[in-house]
Every structure is written in structure tokens, then in C-alpha cells.
């Protein structure tokens, strides 16, 4: 019998009109350096973006805060330090409208490096600035306002030179006053990257392990609750070398951490994805990539219980390095796959959802700007699409890391914390739209109706695929056509096999383009490379509405 999976999509109109999303890229900075390293949605609409700057400031590099409104455009920015190093690594809007970051600085506090903490009001006006330092080697790369309006920081602190460091987790006052700090980790060089607050008021912290697991390094992650006691450890990886750059938790309280992996690599290092449950479970892990260098540094939970994440690729693209940008469902199949830049090196260090369901990725980008390094700042729709870069289509293969649980307890320790004046300057950078547009829904139109078949279901040499659709679409007042399907054929781990159009369209009677339902139809002739198993058939129209079926493949 032949089944049939429907899928109905609903054309939403107001008054004719459809809703846009903005999209842009920008490229902000001055002659030298200028690097985004963290991306948050503001209350008003825009975005604030935190990294550091060697173009503006007092010293040879400054934290750098930008403020955005909603199309992009700089309503202020800032640089702080002194007259030696001061980075930004980690931004968030405090309760009070305000911004607090985070980073580490060279230029105060007794060590090589030290953990730094700005507040900031509403309009870039520093409130005050605080220099923490710990065990030496000290840098914080996260930022957290906590509900009693306090800040959790996460990094790494602790004594390179002993071959002793550990992951960082400290709690501070609503004034910046230091309450609690722990170092989680064992007896060799262990670093943490990020850390999220949980849904039970508790926080996750990911980084990589030199202490346990099989590799060079292996990936990290740790739940400790709101006092900073160790709950678990997980160590995730293989025989090379892998680590964990960012967490995210998901709708179904577990949580997704993303970073480099050269132990599942198809070359150089790949994207990888491991996806925990609540108790620290493995359910699924990835690699995604090509034959060069792909490494993921963001990851962020979607609203449809999938995830975002942003990084940088050398496989794919149009320079030497592309930002890449790859979104998934929450089982961890692709939807889409997406690389921007220019002829140079382009890179996204930070992802956030907005609250229209697009975009926004910040990092740096050498193909356009003023100088080596300019802030760049890429606005999506939700579908992924923006005003330059193309669709990617990698490798992405399920892998079986090998996954430790070794008893880990965080170890107090002592804080010195310290006001500290410093430099503030209001800088006023250049700004190159490199592009900008609305993505319109009516340039892509959707089909009403969309059902998928495949006969005979198993199969042992052609199978016809069958792709049934209404193509009434409104526009400009008129009904036309949707694009014609695209079917693709992936193996259980992924690997896109075969990629069939169809480009048989039915011309209408009164010659405008309008279709009734029809059927579209393809035949899939496996090559001898294909072996039997289970394929997974994707319709995909315009970029937009899929339908997905699975068929046998009996050899």
C-alpha cells in the first residue's frame, strides 16, 4: 500500500500584506582590529555586540561595546581599558536596561591576566568596573545576571606553568562583589569556554579536559546547581583531539554543546554537535563539515526545539574563511546550511535567535571593513537566507563518541577583587553596509498543500518519487505558481546521495502561471556506489516548505 504524508501549510495575510524580515551585513570598526565576540537582542529591538578593539581605545587593545538599533545602524560604542590589554568576551542586558561584560585584562590586577567585569547604563555610561583575580591566567568568557540581580561569570583560572588550570565558575553581587568561586576540574590542564544558567537555577559549563578521557583533549561539560556544588561531569570525545566552545539547553531540559571535533572529521576539523538529556546522557552526536577546516564556536536553542550555531568554515564558501552558519532540528537532521563572506578570512564568534524567529550573527570579517579586522554583523530571516553568502551543503555524519563520567567536585577558592578606574571612550567607528534587504515571503511562494510518495516502497533498482502539491500562492494580487520541488536522497548518516529537480512545469490556460494540484514526479536509479538500507527522500520547495519520506533500498 502506498502512504502518503501530508503536510499542510498555512498561508498567513493581512490586509495583502506579508510580514518582512530584515536582513543585513555590516562591517564596523576603525584602521586596525575590531572583533565581536558575543551578540544579544536588546529590548528595544536592536543588538548589542561586545568583543574588543585595537582601533579606538587607550591601550593596544580595548573591550569594545556596540550598540545597534533594529536595521543595524550604531546608536553608540565604547571602548575601555588601559594602556596594556582589555578584552570583551561576554555581553548581557542587566534588569535595569543596562549592559554588563565580561572578559580579561593584562593592564590591571596583579597576574598575566585577570578576570574583568563592566556595568554599563543605558546609553553607554560606565557604572563601574571591577578586575578579579584568581589563581593567574585568569579569563572569563560568559556573563550571566542572575535573578537576585547578581552575575555568574564562567571561564578558566589556574597556573598554566604547573600544568594546572581548571574551569571557572564564580558568583557575584548585583555591585560586583565577589560571594562564591569554584574550579571544577583534575590535575592537568582543564579550561572552560561558556556557561548558561539552567531552567532549575543552577548553570552549565562547557570547555575541554586534559585530565580525563581518550584524545589530546577531550570535550567538557559540567551541571553545578545555584551554590556551585558539582552535580556531574561528562567527558565526550575520541582519539584525537575535541572540546566544547559553547552550551546551550534545549526545550526538554537537556542541553547541546558545539564545538571543533578532529576525531570525527572528514578533514581538518569538523563542526561537532553532541546533544545531552537532562542527566547527562548522550543522544545524539554530529560532525558537520567538509575537507578543510569547519569549527563551531555558538550554539543557541530555537524556538521549534532545534538549535542555531555559527563558526567558521574553510571547506565551503567564497575566501579563505567563510562565517558559517548551520541550523538543526532537535534529532539533529540539517535544515539548513548556510556560508557568507567575502574573498579573505570572514568568521562568526556568537548566534542568538531574535524575536521575529530570524538571525543575528557577530565576529569579525577581513574581506570588508576599514581595516584588518572589522566587527561583522549578519542579519538572517528565518530561513536562513540573508543579502550575500549561499546555501552549503555539507558532510554531516552521526558519530559514537566514546563518553566518560568521572567524579569531578569543584574546589573553593579565593577571589581578590578590585575597583579599578579605567579609560572610557565614546568612538564613533565607520560602518560599510556591505548589503541589505527584506526577505518578502512572496518572493518564495509556498504551496498550499504538499504530500510526498515513493512506489514500490522497498525497492530493488528505480523508485518513482512523486511530489503532489497546490501551487496557488498569492501575489501581488494575483495567484501563481510555487517554485518547482528539488528531491534529495541522504543515507542513514546524512550523506546527500543524489539531488533531482523537477523541471516539467505545466503551463496554465490563461497563460499567468496559475496551477492547480498536480504531480510531480522523478525516478531515483541507484548508482553501484549506493549500498541497500534506508534512504531518507526530502521534497524541498524554494528554499522553504520540505516533506521527508523513508524508502528501502533491497540491492
Not at 559553547?246 to 537537556?254: A, I, K, L, P, R
Not at 571547506?315 to 552558519?325: K, P, Q, R, V
Not at 579565593?414 to 515571503?441: F, K, N, R
Request: glycine letters at 14%.
Amino acid at each position: 500500500m502506498r502512504k502518503t504524508v501530508v503536510f499542510a501549510l498555512i498561508i498567513l495575510s493581512v490586509a495583502g500584506m506579508c510580514l518582512a524580515q530584515t536582513q543585513f551585513a555590516s562591517a564596523v570598526g576603525g584602521t586596525e582590529d575590531d572583533y565581536a565576540q558575543s551578540v544579544i537582542q536588546t529590548s528595544d529591538g536592536g543588538y548589542a555586540a561586545a568583543g574588543y578593539t585595537s582601533s579606538f581605545g587607550a591601550g593596544n587593545n580595548d573591550l569594545f561595546l556596540v550598540k545597534f538599533d533594529s536595521t543595524g545602524s550604531i546608536d553608540w560604542a565604547r571602548a575601555v581599558g588601559g594602556a596594556d590589554d582589555d578584552y570583551g568576551s561576554s555581553v548581557v542586558q542587566t534588569m535595569d536596561g543596562g549592559y554588563a561584560v565580561t572578559g580579561y585584562t593584562s593592564g590591571f590586577g596583579a597576574a598575566s591576566s585577570n578576570f574583568f567585569l563592566v556595568k554599563f547604563d543605558s546609553i553607554g555610561s560606565m557604572d563601574w568596573a571591577k578586575v578579579i583575580s584568581g589563581m593567574g591566567n585568569d579569563k572569563s568568557y560568559s556573563v550571566i545576571q542572575t535573578p537576585d540581580s547578581g552575575y555568574v561569570l564562567g571561564g578558566s583560572t589556574g597556573d598554566v606553568s604547573a600544568v594546572t588550570t581548571g574551569l571557572f565558575l564564580g558568583k557575584f553581587s548585583s555591585s560586583g562583589s565577589a560571594e562564591w568561586a569554584k574550579i571544577v576540574g583534575g590535575s592537568g590542564l582543564d579550561y572552560g569556554y561558556f556557561a548558561i544558567q539552567t531552567s532549575d537555577g543552577g548553570y552549565a559549563v562547557t570547555g575541554d579536559t586534559r585530565s580525563f578521557g581518550l584524545g589530546c583533549h577531550d570535550l567538557f561539560l559540567a551541571k553545578i546547581d545555584c551554590t556551585g556544588w558539582v552535580e556531574w561531569v561528562k567527558v565526550v570525545g575520541g582519539t584525537a583531539c575535541e572540546n566544547g566552545r559553547s552550551v546551550t539547553q534545549t526545550t526538554d531540559g537537556g542541553y547541546v554543546v558545539v564545538g571543533p571535533s578532529l576525531s570525527f572529521s572528514v578533514g581538518g576539523n569538523d563542526l561537532f554537535v553532541v546533544k545531552f538529556t537532562s542527566s547527562g546522557s548522550v543522544d545524539w552526536a554530529r560532525s558537520i563539515g567538509g575537507t578543510a577546516e569547519d569549527v563551531g564556536f555558538s550554539v543557541m536553542n530555537t524556538t521549534d526545539s532545534g538549535c542555531v550555531m555559527t563558526g567558521y568554515t574553510e571547506s565551503f564558501g567564497a575566501g579563505d574563511c567563510d562565517l558559517f552558519i548551520v541550523k538543526l532540528t532537535s534529532s539533529g537532521y540539517i535544515d539548513w546550511v548556510r556560508s557568507v563572506g567575502g574573498t579573505a578570512g570572514d568568521i562568526g564568534a556568537s548566534v542568538i535567535q531574535t524575536t521575529d524567529n530570524g538571525y543575528a550573527v557577530a565576529g569579525y570579517t577581513e574581506s570588508f571593513g576599514m581595516g584588518n579586522k572589522d566587527l561583522f554583523l549578519v542579519r538572517f530571516d528565518g530561513d536562513g537566507n540573508t543579502c550575500m553568502g549561499g546555501n552549503v551543503i555539507p558532510m554531516a555524519l552521526f558519530v559514537t563518541p566514546d563518553v566518560l563520567s568521572p567524579w569531578v567536585g569543584g574546589v573553593d577558592m579565593s577571589l581578590t577583587t578590585t575597583d579599578v578606574s579605567v579609560a572610557v571612550s565614546d568612538v564613533v567607528p565607520v560602518v560599510m553596509e556591505i548589503c541589505s534587504g527584506d526577505y518578502i515571503s512572496e518572493t518564495s511562494p509556498t504551496p498550499q498543500s504538499f504530500e510526498l510518495s515513493a512506489y514500490p516502497n522497498p525497492f530493488n533498482s528505480a523508485c518513482r518519487i512523486t511530489v503532489e502539491q497546490t501551487f496557488l500562492s498569492v501575489q501581488n494580487g494575483q495567484t501563481v505558481m510555487s517554485d518547482l520541488p528539488t528531491v534529495e536522497i541522504f543515507d542513514i548518516n546524512g550523506r546527500m546521495v543524489a539531488e533531482m529537480s523537477v523541471n516539467n512545469p505545466v503551463p496554465s490556460a490563461n497563460g499567468r502561471g496559475d496551477r492547480a494540484p498536480t504531480n510531480e514526479t522523478v525516478i531515483w536509479t541507484p548508482d553501484k556506489s549506493v549500498g541497500s538500507g534506508v534512504y531518507l527522500v526530502r521534497a524541498r520547495v524554494g528554499g522553504g516548505a520540505t516533506a521527508t519520506k523513508r524508502v528501502v533500498y533491497l540491492k
